[in-house]
């Protein structure tokens, strides 16, 4: 995905919340299986101290949620569809297939540029905090 595409802010917010986050459970279709092994893959290749890595649970629903698994409670990070979910998940409204690619390929080139790179970084000081509801709103 190009930068200049209007959902490239909120596919690289997405793969750096996968990136920086330690337990992530992505629930999507079994044709994705090979997807998320080879992100499991490069994270583990990436980040050699990461103790937990993208798990795939099988679903047979028309879209992707990818959740981060707080003390085993499923917390929706990110929504690949086109329902729009809450506020505090960032909201890929695109085809599974196109958002999803364009998620991995953001992580591997995030995990290849050496992101995160250290304990408790937020982030890219030029690009701010993420606001999903000025994001929403700019869009529409």
Sequence with gaps: MQMNHPLWPVVRESARRIVKSDSISISAPMEFADLINQLADHIGEKIPQRANLPKHQVSESKDIQIYQMNSGNPELIIYIGN????????????GIAEGFIAIIESCQQLLDAGYPGCVGCEGSIQEGRWNEIEFR???N
């Design 83 to 94: 329902i729009e979910p809450n506020v505090e998940v960032c909201w890929v409204e695109m």
């Design 137 to 139: 709103d700019k869009r």
